[in-house]
């Protein structure tokens, strides 16, 4: 668990615990032997990564953005993943309990992002923060009612579907701000209605980009993962959105990285992508 402030707001990132994913999927068409280089990968040619959520505090709101994977994984998912289920513990350590939650963001409907949106009582899914609006763009749940056969497995209603049912959960409709100080902005590629949470309060800027830069392992702009369905369109939205967090000084929070929750992104002397850690304040 680590903290910072931003402006007036406090940012906690929360962990929901490591999993695995396949190197290769997980870095796309760049070779091994270049991404081995940062991240390790064991026999199976797997890679941890992280599962990062972010608690914003900002004196009005306490604002938790993605819920992780959740407890709710079919076996034969979580014998190839794995299902760590941390992030309640991790909140309860912070001092945060469910009822405190009154605002849940996901940034996409993927399983890795939304999983503790509910929880199972009785064997059904009902609201994991009884007390919380949710948020996701329209369009990322219109194409999860109907996902391709590429990334069908990736979606599991019962993440989302009761939470539209009830009204909990509001459906956007493009770049909108949320509560002062913490708005969205959709950034395709990943999924075609991705969006990033954006927090701002005292000058500063933070951003969730979420699996747009999934770890500092990824800041090339070629760098993608073949799980993006739109890989070219990442690439336009990554150079969009560095060409305003380099110069602005963004802190960027990483959604997999599994040992940085947020850092600043920078261009070394040769002008390659590089991350300073998140607690040294730009």
Known sequence: MQRLTLGNFE????????????????????????????????????????VNSIVVLTG?????????????????????????????????????APEDIDIVINTHLHFDHCGWNTVLRAGQPVATF??????????????????????GV????????????????????????????????????????????MVRSGGKTACYISDLIPTSAHLGV?????????????LDSRKRYYAQALPEKWLTMLTHDPNMPWAYVEKDERGKMVARAGAEAA
């Open 11 to 50: 940012l906690i990132a929360v962990s929901d615990g490591i999993y695995r994913l396949d190197g290769g999927a997980f870095f796309g068409v760049i070779p091994k032997v270049m991404w081995s280089r940062k991240v390790a990968a064991d026999e199976n040619n797997y890679v941890a990564a992280g």
């Open 130 to 151: 009884p007390k919380a609006k949710y948020y996701v763009q329209e369009g990322e749940w219109q194409y999860a009612q109907r996902p391709s056969e590429r990334d």
């Open 154 to 197: 990736s979606y599991m209603t019962d993440n989302y579907d009761p939470l539209v049912a009830s009204g909990q959960m509001q459906l956007l409709r493009g770049d909108q701000e949320i509560v002062p100080g913490i708005s969205v902005k959709v950034f395709p590629g990943h999924t075609q209605h991705m969006q990033a949470v």
């Open 222 to 234: 070629n760098w993608v993962m073949a799980f993006d369905l739109f890989p070219l369109q990442t």
């Open 60 to 96: 009005d709101h306490t604002v938790l953005i993605e819920t992780g994977i959740g407890n709710k994984l079919p076996e034969k998912l979580a014998k190839i993943y794995g299902q760590p289920a941390q992030l309640l513990d991790n909140l309860s350590a912070a001092g945060i």
